[in-house]
Nanobody, 117 residues
Framework: VSVVESGGGLVEPGGSVTLSCKCS????????ARWHRQTPGKERELVAF????????RIVDSVKGRFTISRDKDRNLVSLEMNSLKPEDTAVYYC???????????WGQGTQVTVSS
């Protein structure tokens, strides 16, 4: 199983960035997907969730209206579109895949997003 995030970088406040999570080695539509983030000294927090079939998605309140999660089954890709970014969105963002049957979860290595002028 391979889970690889990309797309992070330095963004100005109010800007946008889209993170990508490329997944391989699994039957993609049998895995739920999540985006999480973590800042130094804090626990990792869930940001967004999408079901294996892509029909249901959840965004946490702190980023609702600004972040959107989606998935492309043809490319085995999970994306997190982030708009109106704030300095407090600065974090390492992680993608995870969860087997719907076994509930086993696989994680990527993370991608840094820094929101600063």
């Amino acid at each position: 199983v391979s889970v690889v995030e990309s797309g992070g970088g330095l963004v100005e406040p109010g800007g946008s960035v889209t993170l990508s999570c490329k997944c391989s080695g699994v039957p993609f539509d049998e895995y739920h997907a999540r985006w999480h983030r973590q800042t130094p000294g804090k626990e990792r927090e869930l940001v967004a969730f999408i079901t294996g079939d892509g029909n249901n998605a959840r965004i946490v309140d702190s980023v609702k209206g600004r972040f959107t999660i989606s998935r492309d089954k043809d490319r085995n890709l999970v994306s997190l579109e982030m708009n109106s970014l704030k300095p407090e969105d600065t974090a390492v963002y992680y993608c995870s895949l969860q087997d719907m049957s076994s509930r086993k979860e696989f994680w990527g290595q993370g991608t840094q997003v820094t929101v600063s002028s």
